[in-house]
């Protein structure tokens, strides 16, 4: 089983729609997590963290639930710009960023069409 | 701007040959830096961990005498692939670590071995 799991897609969505992506990891240890977003042939780009009580950064919303172990990003009145490849990314060691591994998920695309 | 410059961003190579990576941090010491890999379609995969001043830590099935990383400075790590080969062919990307922001990732190396 990967370490971090999420469904490579793609989710094609119009304009305007509202879309959420999983992502589940198996370390329960795991203390740090983050969405990551990578448009194709570039470097990763932190898009923001995650936290257990949920954030909101204008119209991404992130959630975790420690519980089931999963993760998820709730994007809302999608942008044409929005097309790319989002990343689920667990830090292992717990702790902030900065130490111990980061696992990365394979990355779900989105497209979002005129 | 950005924090974390790599260099070359593509680069073209024969089978046989070494190329060489750097991964500079802008404006910050970073102590640790991360190597990735990543193939097509794929996700990120850490090879090693890049600490200054001592040895590298290798993930496993990485092999440390193919993939040399050299940390002589705080602000400069480097990845040499050597005697490469076309399976070696990916896009290697590097980041590091400022204070406890979020890893900071480089723009990435496109090796293609012929």
């Known amino acids: 089983r990967k370490e971090v799991e999420q469904d490579p897609g793609p989710f094609n969505v119009p304009e305007g729609a509202t879309v959420a992506f999983n992502c589940t990891y198996s370390n329960s240890a795991s203390q740090s997590f983050f969405w990551y977003r990578q448009d194709c042939r570039k470097e990763p780009k932190l898009l923001m963290s995650v936290y257990s009580s949920g954030n909101e950064d204008g119209r991404f919303t992130a959630q975790l639930n420690r519980a089931s172990q999963y993760i998820s990003l709730l994007i809302r009145d999608s942008k044409l710009s929005d097309s790319a490849t989002y990343l689920c990314?667990?830090?292992?060691?717990?702790?902030?960023?900065?130490?111990?591994?980061?696992?990365f998920g394979q990355g779900t695309t989105l497209q979002v069409k005129p | 701007g950005a924090v974390v410059s790599q260099h070359p961003s593509r680069v073209i190579c024969k089978s046989g040959t070494s190329v060489k990576i750097e991964c500079r941090s802008l404006d910050f010491q970073a102590t640790t830096m991360f190597w990735y890999r990543q193939f097509p379609k794929q996700s990120l995969m850490l090879m090693a961990t890049s600490n200054e001043g001592s040895k590298a830590t290798y993930e496993q099935g990485v092999e440390k005498d193919k993939f040399l990383i050299n940390h002589a400075s705080l602000t400069l790590s480097t990845l040499t692939v050597t005697s490469a080969h076309p399976e070696d062919s990916s896009f290697y990307i590097c980041?590091?670590?400022?204070?406890?922001?979020?890893?900071?990732f480089g723009n990435g190396t496109r090796l293609t071995v012929t």
């Open positions: 990314v667990v830090n292992s060691a717990g702790g902030s960023s900065n130490t111990g591994k980061l696992i």
């Open positions: 980041s590091a670590a400022r204070g406890n922001s979020p890893l900071h």
